[in-house]
């Protein structure tokens, strides 16, 4: 191949970013492209055509084994990545991994200091402390990073940048234990979120940190368990509030409680009706940032949520028992604080079957509000406010039973609070309206924008999907036949002209018309490790992020079925699907942001989460991995936040 092609190929690797994921190796093709500026584009003559990005594929790396313990005590990555040319030249990677910290270690904080690295904070941005070891007192951080977002800023201005001014949000879901390893802390701190200043080499694409910023979240009452997290079209981080807490309960409820008095030191303080909603963070150009919540989004278990292509349609993950398939269409494009929410009914034929024809989707109209009115409600009303609640069958015809969180309970809306319940007991209300509340349990989302296709995880098919279980609904639409404890990932198609169950108009192209199942996950007998689901196919899988110039799905695995959980990379178009990473035994993988380009280089965000959780499928590797992932996460209450790069494995020049 003559020099001039070879030019067009440099330039191709580096405009596409990386499409390999850099930074890359000292010697690799960063070397190639030294002097080849970003806004460079392939160059051809009538003699040398430009050479263009044909695919790009992963080579699966073997899971590890016990026979190479340390690859399973920490986040290890043996996969390769192939990027081809139209000309059948190729490149090869080799790809690692990059952390950026391990919670719980001492960042720059931009002004000279340093500060905790997922620490915790009251709602007057006083450190949380940890007293329960006796002379050991140190502030609460997280061993569970969750949500991550890179982006960028215009005239983004930080001190100490020499590159190129990146920026990724981290939130933080919850921390799993006190030091003293006994207190029970899950959902018991308001969840910190964090804003990281990055110095990108602008020759390489290597991220290095450079400030640490904690986001003030007084203004919006503190955070509630933020798990999965998505970036917008319009640059801003979308976070989550998980497993909203019940109303009903909350005022007797320990957990709820302790997060009360962690948070404003005061038991009785937050407001049940102020978490699970979605925050919305702002990134300035000096590294901090803003934040606000959308009440109007619904308060459901928001795990993950994906925007669609018009900028106002978002699909919405509820990782809860009886949970359900949430839209909510904005009144405006890039603008959360009004719109109309929709909750699916399922048709005939749902099934998790790939081969199986699709099950059509219809959609029921909740109500329309804005953030405003719906925070302004949560201030005022208490549930008792919006319904009455049994919890046995109080023989009174008024009543409806529906089931929630995998219990029956009896309901009756009280006059006039329609749009109440719709917006604040959104569970609640999508039952009585007739809803498929069947999904056990619903995780991440994420958009095929080119076929129109959004995805959607299926953490476990149990309980409530499974025909003939107490928790399942006769007619929802949702009963399979028996569970499938190691999950799916669901493919919905999106269109536009639909209408809700009233005969409305849905004012959106991007509506979820049908389901059908893409990949699944395979149960099996314990094998000599302690798998109790194939290791060669995905396990409960949880975070999704399409890449659209990768063609490609990444899958990030939250399982107790497999004794290391996985990252995976599944090809739309081939079907291929390769194992990526593989996160330390007893962690699940989160944080995945599939990025396609930043300043011309493309990344996989990268964290996961409570390495060395054991429970019973690690019975047989306890005892060999505690030691190795003690000594490597700080006595297992640390964990990594970091993303993934490549090596220049093999330079091809040739034709195939």
């Known amino acids: 191949m003559n020099q001039n092609t070879d030019l067009s190929r440099r330039r191709l690797l580096r405009m596409m970013g990386a499409t390999p994921m850099l930074p890359l190796g000292a010697g690799g093709v960063a070397a190639l492209l030294a002097g080849c500026g970003g806004n460079d584009s392939p160059t051809s003559t009538a003699a040398t055509p430009a050479v263009t990005l044909a695919s790009v594929s992963f080579g699966s790396m073997a899971a590890p084994a016990l026979a190479t313990a340390a690859a399973m005590a920490t986040t290890s990555v043996a996969s390769t990545m192939t990027v081809n040319f139209s000309d059948s030249s190729k490149l ?19 002004s000279g200091g340093t500060i905790l690295a997922g620490g915790y904070y009251d709602i007057n941005n006083k450190a949380i402390v940890d007293t329960t070891v006796a002379g050991s007192a140190r502030q609460f951080f997280s061993d569970s990073p969750d949500g991550t977002s890179l982006l960028t800023v215009p005239n983004a201005n930080v001190a100490g940048v020499k590159g190129n001014t990146v920026f990724a949000v981290v939130q933080f879901e919850y921390t799993t234990w006190a030091q003293d390893g006994k207190t029970d802390m899950y959902g018991r701190l308001p969840s910190p979120i964090a804003v990281l200043t990055l110095d990108q080499d602008k020759a390489t694409g290597k991220l290095s940190l450079v400030k640490y910023h904690n986001v003030d979240t007084s203004g919006v009452n503190g955070l509630w368990i933020t798990c999965g997290a998505s970036l917008s079209p319009w640059g801003t981080h979308l976070s989550s509030e998980e497993y909203e807490p019940n109303a009903f309960t909350a005022a007797g409820d320990d957990q709820f409680k302790t997060f009360s008095r962690n948070l404003y030191g005061d038991e009785t303080k937050a407001n049940p009706y102020n978490y699970g909603h979605l925050p919305e963070v702002t990134v300035n150009a000096d590294g901090t940032a803003t934040i606000k919540k959308h009440y109007c989004m619904g308060r459901i278990s928001h795990e993950l949520v994906q925007v669609l292509g018009d900028n106002r349609t978002v699909i919405m993950g509820d990782d809860a028992t009886n949970s359900a398939y949430f839209v909510f269409v904005a009144d405006k494009e890039k603008d959360l604080s009004s719109g109309t929410l929709y909750v699916a009914k399922v048709g005939a034929g749902f099934s998790l079957d790939p081969a199986a024809a699709a099950a059509p989707l219809t959609w029921i109209k909740l109500g329309a509000a804005t953030s405003d009115e719906i925070r302004a409600l949560a201030a005022s009303l208490k549930a008792t406010d919006i319904m009455d609640r049994a919890t046995t069958d109080p023989q009174d015809a008024t009543y409806t039973k529906i089931v929630v969180g995998g219990k029956a309970e009896w309901v009756r809306l009280k006059s006039g609070m ?12 999508a039952a009585l309206m007739g809803a498929s509340l069947g999904f056990t349990k619903m995780e991440g989302t994420t ?34 036949p028996a569970a499938l404890n190691a999950g799916a990932v669901m493919a919905l198609s999106l269109k536009g002209g639909q209408k ?9 192209e991007w509506m979820p018309a049908d389901i059908k199942a893409l990949i699944t996950g395979e149960d099996i007998a314990a094998d000599a490790l302690g798998n109790t689901a194939n290791p060669d196919k995905i396990a409960n899988p949880d975070n999704l992020k399409f890449s659209e110039k990768m063609r490609t799905l990444f899958i990030g695995e939250d399982s107790n079925l497999h004794v290391n959980n996985f990252l995976w990379a599944y090809n739309v178009d081939t079907k291929q699907l390769s194992r990526v990473l593989s996160v330390p035994s007893g962690a699940e993988s989160t944080g995945l942001h599939a990025v396609d380009d930043v300043n011309g280089w493309t990344y996989i965000m990268s964290n996961f989460q409570h390495p060395g959780d054991w429970i019973g499928i690690h019975a047989g590797v306890k005892a060999t991995l505690d030691p190795l992932v003690k000594a490597n996460y700080k006595d297992k209450f640390g964990a990594a936040v970091g993303y993934l790069t490549g090596e220049l494995a093999q330079f091809k020049l040739a034709k195939a």
């Open 92 to 110: 090869d990677f080799k790809l690692s991994y990059q952390p950026f910290f391990i919670t719980g270690d001492m960042v720059p904080n931009g």
């Open 418 to 429: 329609e749009k109440a319940a719709a917006f604040l007991e959104t569970h609640r209300y």
């Open 447 to 480: 958009v095929n924008l080119k076929d129109k296709v959004a995805y959607s995880a299926l953490s476990y098919c149990q309980g409530s999907m499974v025909a003939g279980n107490a928790a399942n609904v006769a007619g929802n639409g949702i009963a399979i």
């Open 500 to 508: 809700d169950t009233a005969g409305n108009a849905i004012n959106s």
